[in-house]
């Protein structure tokens, strides 16, 4: 059974049409992370939440945003996506416990900028 | 960020053993040693984590260097499901994974 899910698997949107990604988990883990991944590239990491603490990477662009009202879920907020945003954004979770645990990664939302 | 540096290709036969290399020489003592691979349209998966001595799962087994400056990620017989890209990652006691470009297998029947 999944246990990160992404939804949508898929999204089409405009130029400068805000976006929301969203994430869930039944892991009940405390630390959820935002990658933007291009194409033939490496997953490069947004941002993070430990519980309720955001913690921002310092080239991730004003662009993009974040949200966790609880433990269970985490949005990513796109406001006006431009064309080099076109990627596949993965969402993922760990238990926090140190440098032990492992991330668990959902399946990805794959976002197509026109 | 990346602290790891790993070939950007490799090739196996199926069937065989592969042996796939990663070096970070920068690592410190509480660092962990990650692996992770990556299919294509899926999200990467975890395949085994180290600190200092070597490990075996049900998916590979990771041999540490004695100065944990390098590691190796090994298949122990290769199938065409283990084409993917591979990520060797370390973990400090924050909560970042910084994937390095990793090395992209490919299994040959």
């Known amino acids: 059974d999944a246990m990160v899910i992404q939804n949508p698997r898929y999204q089409v949107t405009q130029f400068g049409k805000p976006v929301t990604l969203s994430c869930s988990q039944t892991l009940n883990h405390n630390v959820m992370y935002w990658y933007q991944q291009k194409s033939s590239q490496a997953p490069k990491l947004l941002f993070h939440y430990y519980d309720k603490d955001f913690n921002n990477e310092a080239d991730t662009p004003d662009n993009f945003q974040s949200r966790r009202p609880n433990t269970s879920f985490c949005f990513l907020d796109i406001r006006s996506p431009g064309l080099g945003d076109a990627a596949m954004y993965l969402c993922a979770t760990s238990r926090g416990q140190g440098a032990a645990g492992e991330l668990f990664f959902g399946e990805g939302s794959r976002l197509t900028v026109l | 960020d990346a602290k790891t540096t790993q070939p950007n290709s490799m090739e196996s036969n199926e069937e065989e053993p592969v042996h796939l290399p990663c070096n970070h020489s920068?690592?410190?003592?509480?660092?962990?040693i990650h692996w992770y691979r990556q299919l294509p349209s899926q999200g990467p998966e975890y395949v085994i984590h180290?600190?200092?001595s070597n490990v075996n799962n049900r998916m590979a087994s990771l041999a540490i260097a004695e100065d944990r400056k390098s590691s190796t990620l090994i298949l122990h017989r290769a199938t065409l499901r283990d084409a993917a890209v591979y990520y060797c990652?370390?973990?400090?006691?924050?909560?970042?994974?910084?994937f390095g470009t990793g090395t992209s297998l490919t299994v040959i029947p």
């Open positions: 180290g600190l200092t």
């Open positions: 920068t690592i410190s003592g509480t660092d962990y």
């Open positions: 990652i370390l973990r400090d006691e924050g909560n970042q994974f910084y």
